[in-house]
Structure formats: C-alpha cells, structure tokens
C-alpha cells in the first residue's frame, strides 16, 4: 500500500502517471514525460480497493476520472498525453485506454459487478448449440474463459465466407491450440505452410509495386493475419524457450524459426504499424539478435531486424546486445556484409524529422541537452573494440570480382532480375540457392575468400554475382565512412590505411567501380528511402563519399597517389624552393596506390569526362576537394593544375553554364581551394577566361547564388590581400592583367559582396552550409581591419542599409550573427582549428575582431552598435532556440 500511495503522489502532482520518473530529482525524465492513459496503477487501486476497502483508492479513482476528463478529453475521443509537465496532447488515443483504464475504473466503483465474480457462483446462458457457462476468471479481471469452441468455430467459418479472411483466422486458431507451453511444435509448422503463401503473394505484390502505402484492402490477408492476433502469437512462439525456466526447454526447428521470421517481415511491410509495434519490444529485439548465430536463419533474421531498427524512435544499444564480439566473429563474410545493413541504422545519428533539424541552433541545443556522446557515437566505440571488425570491412570492400561477360548482357541481365529483387538479402536467398549442393557435400570453409568460391556460384548468371558483389560493397563502404566521420576517426584512419583499403579500391576502380556503362532506371531502396538509385549508381556515390571522408583535413590522403605521384609533388617544391610537407616525407610507401595511377589521377579522369548533366560532378568535385582541404598546399595545387583540374571547372562554370546549385556549389568551393594564394592557378585562370563575355557569364554565375560561391570570394579576398603585400614581378604582373583580381580589388565591390553576405543569414536559419557566408564576411572585415579600415567599412555598411531602405536591420542582424559565432566556435576546437588553417590567418586574431565588432561602448569607431540609430537598436534579442 505504501509503494501504490507513493505513485499516487507522484499523480497528484503532474494529473497523470509520467512514463519515467526520476525519484532523487522528483520529476519526469527526459523524453518519458508523457501519459498514454496507461491502465496499471487504476487496476492496481481496484485490487487493493477489493482486499482493503481503503477509501484512499476511491479518492484515487475520482482523480483519475477528473484528470482524463479535465485534461485528454477532445472532440472525438480520450488523447494520449504527449507531456505532462503542460498537458500538451498527442493526435492519438491508445486501444487500451477504453479495453482496460475506463474498464478498471468503472470496476474500481461498481462493488457488485459479476466480474468480482470468485469463481464460486456462474451464470448458464442458453445458446443455438447449447448451454454455455460464464465464469471470471479469477487471475485477470477481463479475461473470460468461455466453453464457446464450437460457436467460436461455427461462427467464424460463417463470416469468414462473407469476409473473404481465406480461412486466417480458423489457422491462428489451430496454431494457438498447437503451440501450448507443453507443445512440442509438431503441427505449427504445416499450418504455418498454409499461412505463408497468403501473406508473401501480398508481401512480393507490395516489393513490386514500388512500395505503395500498406492498406487493409490492398493487403487483405495480412491485414486479418495481425486483425487476429497473428503477430503477437508467432513473438511468443518464437521467444518461448527464453521464457521457461525448466532445464529441458522446448527446442523449435530452424524451418519453423525461419517460416515465423518470414510471415512476420512480411506483415511489416505490407500491415502499417505493425514493425513499430515490434519495434517497440526491446525484448524481442535483442532476441532476434540471437538467432543470428545460427546460419540456417540468418537471413530471415537479419531482415526483419532491418526493418524494425528503421522505425525504432530510440537507436539501440549494440552493447545491450548478449555476446556481440563473438557473434560478429562467428559471420562469414557473407553474413557480415549483410550485417553491415543493419549497422548503418545503429551508427548513424536518427533524424529528428523536423524542419529545422539541420540548422545549428538546433545543433547546439541538441548537445547541450546531452553533453555526452550520443548513442549512435557509442555504438561506433563498440564496434570499434570488436576484434578484426574493420580488417574484415577492408577486405570485403576490396575483394575482387571475376567477370566473363560482357557490358551489355550484364545490363540487359540486370534489368531482367532486378525488376523484383529489393536489396541484398533477397540475392542472398538466391546464392544460397546455388549453395546448397556445395554445402551438403563438403564442410563449410571458414577462408575469407570462400564467398568468392566459382564453384558455388556458376548455377546464376555472372551478371548477378557482380550484383551481389556491389550490394555488399555498398553497405561495407557506407559503415566505413560513417565510422571515418566518427570522434574515433583517427584510430580508424590508422586501421584503413594498415588494412590498405585504398589500393583495394584503386585496384576496383575500373572493373567495377567506375564500369563504362550506360545510366539505368534499376531502383535501389537504401538507407534513405528518398533516394532511388541503381545499385553501381549509389556503389559510386558513397565510393565518393568515402574518399571525401578519408581526405579531408587528415595526411592520410596522400595514399590516394603511387610512389610516382608522391615523387612529382617532392619535385614540384624542390623546383619552387618550398619545403617539402611532413605528411608527404612520412607517407609509408607501402600503404600507398600501386600501377600506373593512384586513386585521385583516376578520379580527375573520370571526372573530366563526366556528361554535363551528370549528378556524380559534385560528389566528385567534394572528394577532390577534400584533398586539398586544410593548410593550404602550394605542391598539391600544381599536381592538380598540371592535370588540367582549372580548366575543366571553369568550362563546366562558364562554357556549359551548369545550372545544378549543388554541382556549381561543389565546383566554387573546389575552384577555391585550387586558386587560393597561388598565382600561377590566377594566371592560368586570365589566360581561360580572355574575353569580357566569358568573365561576365563567370560573374554571373558568382553572382546569382553567394551561398553557394561565397567560399569562392573568400579565397580570391585572402589571395588578392597576399599578392599585395608581395613585391614579386611575377605577381605584380598577374595582378595587373587578372580581370578576376582586378574585379575584387574594387572597394565597391567588396562592400557589395559584404552587403549580401550579412543580409542573406540569419542566426535562425544558420546550418553548416551556409555559415561560410558569416565566415566570408568577417575575413573580409578582418583584412581591412589590418589595414586600418574596418570603421570605414562599417560606416558604408551604414550607408548601404539607408540606400536599400533597411535601416539598422543589417547591422543589427550582423551583430545578433556574431553574438551566436563568439557561442559556436569559441567551444569547437576543430572548427576554429580549420577557420585557422584554410584563412592563414589565427583564430586569436579572429576572436579579437569578433570581440571589437561586439563592443558595447558606442563611442568605439569598430564597435557596431556605434552604427546604429538609438530608434532601431535591437541588439538584446534572444536567439536561443525554443
């Protein structure tokens, strides 16, 4: 009694029962504050009211009906509550809030109901087929045992011929009667055969019919299958063994393992709601891990675990799964690929599904909510303490593929299979089908290269073993470049390139990486359903990916070249009379690219030959820029110069006249990063760009989007600034000629270009992409404040705002972005570290500058507050997010 007057305290004082309550503190938990009118401590009162009379449960009662009444009540029902702590409700009323909490609570005051029946008395009620005895049951209030078989039966055969149920109801019931605890399992199985086709015509109807959204008439059998309890039965069929505590437990056959895995995956996917009830069940969740170990169901496993951890609200523990180390060790090569699907959903951060979940207000909000680690990072620890586990990665993703057919019956074969086949694991199902003679005649090898054995594959055609091949690659890769951007990313930086992932993949590039092959329509459904793409399609983009991954800002992307290419960037700096960089003298040769090309040389092939409208232009722009990414190298620059890098871009920017933003974006912020502080890149940019009509189509296309150029005008601001501090006659004679720096030099300009900049941000649609236009600005502050001009440009700024009629809105606006830039870097290590390294110039100097701006002393000629009218001061605003 003393436990149930303690919940009710903690009722009392919210109007309702918070899923989690944190006792020492005395409050919700975060995330468990709400109330889904959940029956337990109402059905608790009843009982004790009923052993007790204590009118204390009464009063319980009466707050309860007062609560829901007062607070749930809506037009059309009882709504869950989303959050006690303000009452805010949720679009939903849960089935059992009318099946059990206004049931107990109706019991809880009618002392006289035959439900408080103690099973001394019963009722006889005369039926159509006799005489049927009514007895509550004592154990459960609700659950009344009926001897009503044969009406039950009768019944649902009547209204199964007028339903159309196709006998499902008639079948869960035989397989309830033959699925007792005491049951040895014998007749499930058959009845599970008869089920089984219903649902997967409809489960292969829905795969083929590009996923239309599941509905009771479009998928009728799965429908009444999970209508009767067909889901909740086959759960306890399947995790029964874990529940018994005998020493002889019930033992169930790997055919029924997989016929209920299968009945189950395939009423997720055509029944709405069904995975996220499932997926609800952490219990069931963690079990279905432990029928991974056993290769005869792994693939009906792994599947439906697939999709239950695609809707699951909160990410799983990988630590709460029993015995992962030796469960990831005892996977074939095979299996761990197809792991790796599952993986991706456990290491990626979960997408909040708001709009603005990307901006970095939002962001920072988020961390400081949770100041340690988020499980998806936890996760990545975990898998990174698992012996072997990025070896293993490596070698799948490098391992070779035969090929004896030709370009075009590959595609002509792969239109042909992949009209139905939805990823991997249904292609797994099919080599295991050409498997099976091989592994009934020989013990399984354990080698690494077993998978890749001719002899058990030679049953399909070739086109569809180089489709498993690149399916698997797709998840490998995809699980190596989250981990590469992970806070572990050093040690698994070491692992790569140890394990040398990246000759692997150079040695891939042309077989099967880049295959010279028509695009095609083939659909892939990956980890974003958004995104349809065909399987090489979607192999190359997160190829890209990586390789942006692996390059960026870290000297492990000098393995992308051979021990040629690391020989020419040593001879470009001794012919410059530069130091040669330390990330190039201490590359272990061995780990880099063998033949001919390293992995870069290869990519900036494919890429000046890449269509003009082709989407891979700005991946591949991403990855080659990531290589220059950082301090800026001078060698580097001259390697991709001398490749013809300059004027590939420029024809894409000026003679092609892209209109993709993402694709120009790309180009710009490689075009500056190619150009930055290197004079010969500006002079072979003049001797491109040689007549005014292209240098106006350049400007325009700068011009016509600054969020996705301003990186661009960062580079040509800090380059011009270092050209005129040089007494160089070479320099002096690009800098008069270059129509690009002679444009920048302009003061009018550079304020035009500031201008824009503060005026197209703002602090509450600041993300990651376009708070470059906020860094952009302030470099071009910075250099005129070394050179004594920053008041000179404030005032303009001043005056810019009254010529465009926007008084004090831009400065004030620029003032509320700093405010939120001194909160943003000055707590981020890395951000400020690469600020530093790509500008030259030291984050002490950029702190400083931003601290002057800031002055609240309105006589400070660098203070912007000392430019702003008294009338339109709104400085104090706050901005933090709601």
Same mark, same amino acid.
């Not at 609700?142 to 159309?164: F, H, M, N, W």
């Not at 996977?331 to 790796?340: E, I, K, P, V």
């Not at 799948?396 to 694991?425: I, P």
């Given at each position: 009694?003393?436990?149930?007057?303690?919940?009710?305290?903690?009722?009392?004082?919210?109007?309702?029962?918070?899923?989690?309550?944190?006792?020492?503190?005395?409050?919700?938990?975060?995330?468990?504050?709400?109330?889904?009118?959940?029956?337990?401590?109402?059905?608790?009162?009843?009982?004790?009211?009923?052993?007790?009379?204590?009118?204390?449960?009464?009063?319980?009662?009466?707050?309860?009906?007062?609560?829901?009444?007062?607070?749930?009540?809506?037009?059309?029902?009882?709504?869950?509550?989303?959050?006690?702590?303000?009452?805010?409700?949720?679009?939903?009323?849960?089935?059992?809030?009318?099946?059990?909490?206004?049931?107990?609570?109706?019991?809880?005051?009618? %002392?006289?109901?035959?439900?408080?029946?103690?099973?001394?008395?019963?009722?006889?009620?005369?039926?159509?087929?006799?005489?049927?005895?009514?007895?509550?049951?004592?154990?459960?209030?609700?659950?009344?045992?009926?001897?009503?078989?044969?009406?039950?039966?009768?019944?649902?055969?009547?209204?199964?011929?007028?339903?159309?149920?196709?006998?499902?109801?008639?079948?869960?019931?035989?397989?309830?009667?033959?699925?007792?605890?005491?049951?040895?399992?014998?007749?499930?199985?058959?009845?599970?055969?008869?089920?089984?086709?219903?649902?997967?015509?409809?489960?292969?109807?829905?795969?083929?019919?590009?996923?239309?959204?599941?509905?009771?008439?479009?998928?009728?059998?799965?429908?009444?299958?999970?209508?009767?309890?067909?889901?909740?039965?086959?759960?306890?069929?399947?995790?029964?063994?874990?529940?018994?505590?005998?020493?002889?437990?019930?033992?169930?056959?790997?055919?029924?393992?997989?016929?209920?895995?299968?009945?189950?995956?395939?009423?997720?996917?055509?029944?709405?709601?069904?995975? /996220?009830?499932?997926?609800?069940?952490?219990?069931?969740?963690?079990?279905?891990?432990?029928?991974?170990?056993?290769?005869?169901?792994?693939?009906?496993?792994?599947?439906?675990?697939?999709?239950?951890?695609?809707?699951?609200?909160?990410?799983?523990?990988?630590?709460?799964?029993?015995?992962?180390?030796?469960?990831?060790?005892?996977?074939?090569?095979?299996?761990?690929?197809?792991?790796?699907?599952?993986?991706?959903?456990?290491?990626?951060?979960?997408?909040?599904?708001?709009?603005?979940?990307?901006?970095?207000?939002?962001?920072?909000?988020?961390?400081?909510?949770?100041?340690?680690?988020?499980?998806?990072?936890?996760?990545?620890?975990?898998?990174?303490?698992?012996?072997?586990?990025?070896?293993?990665?490596?070698?799948?993703?490098?391992?070779?593929?035969?090929?004896?057919?030709?370009?075009?019956?590959?595609?002509?074969?792969?239109?042909?299979?992949?009209?139905?086949?939805?990823?991997?694991?249904?292609?797994?199902?099919?080599?295991?089908?050409?498997?099976?003679?091989?592994?009934?005649?020989?013990?399984?090898?354990?080698?690494?290269?077993?998978?890749?054995?001719?002899?058990?594959?030679?049953?399909?055609?070739?086109?569809?073993?180089?489709?498993?091949?690149?399916?698997?690659?797709?998840?490998?890769?995809?699980?190596?470049?989250?981990?590469?951007?992970?806070? !572990?990313?050093?040690?698994?930086?070491?692992?790569?390139?140890?394990?040398?992932?990246?000759?692997?993949?150079?040695?891939?590039?042309?077989?099967?990486?880049?295959?010279?092959?028509?695009?095609?329509?083939?659909?892939?459904?990956?980890?974003? !359903?958004?995104?349809?793409?065909?399987?090489?399609?979607?192999?190359?983009?997160?190829?890209?990916?990586?390789?942006?991954?692996?390059?960026?800002?870290?000297?492990?992307?000098?393995?992308?070249?051979?021990?040629?290419?690391?020989?020419?960037?040593?001879?470009?700096?001794?012919?410059?009379?530069?130091?040669?960089?330390?990330?190039?003298?201490?590359?272990?040769?061995?780990?880099?690219?063998?033949?001919?090309?390293?992995?870069?040389?290869?990519?900036? !092939?494919?890429?000046?030959?890449?269509?003009?409208?082709?989407?891979?232009?700005?991946?591949?722009?991403? %990855?080659?820029?990531?290589?220059?990414?950082?301090?800026?190298?001078?060698?580097?620059?001259?390697?991709?110069?001398?490749?013809?890098?300059?004027?590939?871009?420029?024809?894409?920017?000026?003679?092609?006249?892209?209109?993709?933003?993402?694709?120009?974006?790309?180009?710009?912020?490689?075009?500056?990063?190619?150009?930055?502080?290197?004079?010969? %890149?500006?002079?072979?940019?003049? /001797?491109?760009?040689?007549?005014?009509?292209?240098?106006?189509?350049?400007?325009?296309?700068?011009?016509?989007?600054?969020?996705?150029?301003?990186?661009?005008?960062?580079?040509?601001?800090?380059?011009?600034?270092?050209?005129?501090?040089?007494?160089?006659?070479?320099?002096?004679?690009?800098?008069?000629?270059?129509?690009?720096?002679?444009?920048?030099?302009?003061?009018?300009?550079?304020?035009?270009?500031?201008?824009?900049?503060?005026?197209?941000?703002?602090?509450?649609?600041?993300?990651?992409?376009?708070?470059?236009?906020?860094?952009?600005?302030?470099?071009?502050?910075?250099?005129?404040?070394?050179?004594?001009?920053?008041?000179?440009?404030?005032?303009?700024?001043?005056?810019?705002?009254?010529?465009?009629?926007?008084?004090?809105?831009?400065?004030?606006?620029?003032?509320?972005?700093?405010?939120?830039?001194?909160?943003?870097?000055?707590?981020?290590?890395?951000?400020?570290?690469?600020?530093?390294?790509?500008?030259c110039i030291s984050f002490t100097y950029w702190k400083e500058t931003v601290s002057i701006l800031l002055s609240p002393d309105r006589t400070s000629p660098c203070a912007i507050v000392s430019y702003i009218d008294e009338a339109y001061m709104d400085i104090d605003r706050d901005f933090t997010e709601e």
């Amino acid at each position: 009694m003393r436990t149930f007057l303690n919940y009710y305290t903690v009722w009392k004082q919210f109007g309702g029962l918070p899923e989690f309550y944190n006792i020492p503190q005395g409050y919700t938990v975060e995330k468990r504050e709400g109330y889904p009118l959940r029956p337990e401590l109402i059905e608790s009162a009843m009982y004790l009211y009923r052993a007790t009379q204590d009118p204390t449960l009464l009063e319980l009662g009466r707050d309860a009906v007062e609560s829901i009444e007062r607070i749930s009540k809506v037009e059309c029902g009882f709504a869950t509550i989303k959050d006690l702590r303000d009452h805010r409700l949720d679009n939903r009323m849960e089935s059992f809030f009318l099946a059990e909490t206004v049931k107990y609570l109706y019991l809880l005051f009618d %002392a006289d109901n035959f439900m408080h029946n103690d099973g001394s008395t019963f009722n006889i009620v005369l039926t159509p087929y006799g005489e049927c005895v009514l007895d509550a049951v004592r154990s459960r209030a609700g659950s009344v045992e009926c001897c009503v078989q044969l009406i039950t039966e009768a019944l649902l055969k009547e209204r199964d011929k007028q339903a159309k149920w196709n006998g499902i109801p008639l079948l869960l019931q035989k397989l309830y009667e033959n699925s007792h605890p005491n049951s040895d399992f014998s007749q499930c199985q058959n009845i599970l055969k008869e089920i089984s086709p219903l649902l997967s015509v409809e489960a292969m109807a829905f795969v083929t019919d590009d996923r239309k959204p599941a509905q009771e008439s479009t998928y009728p059998n799965t429908y009444t299958f999970d209508l009767f309890g067909g889901v909740d039965l086959l759960v306890e069929i399947l995790m029964r063994p874990t529940l018994i505590t005998q020493k002889k437990k019930q033992k169930i056959s790997d055919d029924l393992i997989k016929d209920c895995l299968s009945i189950l995956y395939n009423t997720c996917i055509c029944t709405e709601g069904v995975t /996220k009830r499932l997926a609800e069940r952490n219990d069931f969740v963690l079990f279905l891990f432990t029928l991974m170990t056993n290769k005869k169901t792994f693939l009906q496993t792994a599947t439906l675990i697939e999709d239950i951890l695609g809707v699951k609200k909160e990410m799983i523990q990988l630590d709460d799964i029993p015995n992962l180390a030796s469960l990831v060790s005892s996977f074939d090569q095979q299996q761990l690929a197809n792991f790796c699907r599952i993986l991706a959903v456990t290491i990626s951060e979960l997408d909040t599904g708001t709009d603005d979940k990307h901006t970095l207000l939002a962001k920072n909000a988020q961390q400081k909510k949770h100041l340690g680690p988020s499980r998806a990072e936890i996760n990545q620890a975990t898998l990174l303490n698992i012996p072997g586990f990025i070896e293993r990665l490596c070698k799948l993703a490098t391992r070779k593929v035969s090929e004896t057919t030709g370009t075009s019956s590959f595609l002509q074969e792969l239109e042909e299979w992949y009209t139905w086949l939805d990823n991997a694991l249904v292609l797994d199902a099919l080599m295991r089908v050409a498997s099976e003679e091989a592994e009934q005649s020989s013990t399984e090898s354990s080698d690494e290269s077993s998978l890749a054995n001719t002899s058990t594959r030679t049953q399909l055609p070739q086109s569809m073993k180089i489709m498993h091949e690149i399916m698997y690659k797709l998840e490998v890769l995809y699980v190596l470049c989250v981990l590469l951007m992970g806070r !572990q990313r050093n040690q698994v930086h070491k692992m790569i390139a140890e394990f040398k992932l990246i000759p692997g993949l150079n040695n891939l590039f042309d077989k099967l990486i880049w295959r010279k092959h028509s695009a095609s329509a083939l659909v892939l459904h990956g980890h974003n !359903q958004n995104c349809d793409c065909s399987p090489d399609i979607t192999l190359k983009i997160q190829f890209l990916r990586l390789l942006q991954s692996f390059s960026d800002h870290h000297e492990n992307k000098y393995l992308l070249l051979n021990s040629q290419e690391l020989n020419e960037l040593s001879a470009i700096s001794l012919k410059a009379n530069i130091p040669e960089a330390d990330a190039v003298v201490n590359t272990d040769r061995s780990l880099v690219c063998d033949g001919k090309r390293g992995l870069l040389t290869r990519l900036l !092939q494919v890429m000046k030959k890449e269509p003009a409208e082709s989407s891979f232009r700005f991946w591949q722009a991403r %990855a080659v820029e990531s290589f220059l990414r950082g301090t800026t190298s001078y060698a580097d620059q001259i390697f991709l110069l001398k490749r013809g890098l300059l004027e590939h871009i420029l024809y894409c920017i000026v003679d092609s006249e892209c209109k993709s933003r993402d694709v120009l974006q790309s180009y710009f912020d490689l075009l500056g990063e190619l150009m930055k502080f290197n004079i010969d %890149a500006f002079k072979r940019f003049n /001797k491109y760009i040689n007549t005014d009509e292209k240098f106006q189509i350049f400007l325009n296309q700068i011009n016509s989007s600054l969020v996705d150029s301003n990186m661009l005008v960062r580079c040509i601001t800090l380059s011009l600034d270092r050209f005129e501090n040089q007494s160089d006659a070479k320099v002096a004679e690009v800098l008069s000629e270059c129509h690009l720096l002679s444009y920048m030099s302009q003061m009018s300009m550079r304020m035009s270009f500031l201008f824009r900049l503060i005026n197209i941000i703002h602090v509450q649609t600041l993300t990651q992409e376009n708070v470059s236009c906020l860094n952009t600005s302030l470099v071009i502050l910075m250099l005129a404040r070394r050179k004594d001009k920053l008041p000179f440009y404030l005032h303009t700024l001043q005056q810019m705002e009254y010529t465009e009629k926007y008084p004090g809105f831009i400065m004030n606006n620029f003032h509320s972005l700093l405010r939120f830039w001194q909160q943003h870097y000055l707590n981020k290590d890395k951000d400020s570290t690469c600020l530093e390294n790509s500008s030259c110039i030291s984050f002490t100097y950029w702190k400083e500058t931003v601290s002057i701006l800031l002055s609240p002393d309105r006589t400070s000629p660098c203070a912007i507050v000392s430019y702003i009218d008294e009338a339109y001061m709104d400085i104090d605003r706050d901005f933090t997010e709601e």
